[in-house]
């Protein structure tokens, strides 16, 4: 299967955005009413805040949930094109709940062996052996300063 023809993985998000207060920080610089709703990127489906669980134990969602995928909470912000008449400037603030696939470590890089396989580890044997060797075995025949 070439590389043009591999499904990609839809984008799995619930999402809301907050418009501009027209303030600037420390105060708050966008709001949302607490009656706004997310929008599924899935479905569209439009979810409000206490919904949010049933978005996630949608068969949608949890198609992605069995995979592995776990939610992130996201913030980015954007220019407002379409100003609405609760907007108070040009920016909004996008916050998305965000289905995230979890980074896998890879065993080692390029057949390169990890640290702990390249470099042979000391047995406590031998340690011991070396503490108790005398400590004149470490003085040598040197002419005076």
Partial sequence: MSYQQQQKTPFC????KMYATGKKSPKFEFKASADSVFTCSL???KYKLSQVN???LSPEVQKF???GYRAKWYGKTEQNENPNKYSQGDTNFVLSFIMIKPFKTQPNVDGMKPIAQAIPQVEQQQVEI???QPEESFDDDLPPF
């Avoid at 998000?13 to 809301?16: E, S, W």
Wanted: cysteine-free; glycine content about 0%.
């Fill in 54 to 56: 049933e978005w996630y």
């Fill in 43 to 45: 479905t569209k489906k």
């Fill in 65 to 67: 949930h069995n995979e």
């Fill in 130 to 132: 070396a503490r108790k």
């Fill in 13 to 16: 998000a619930l999402t809301m």
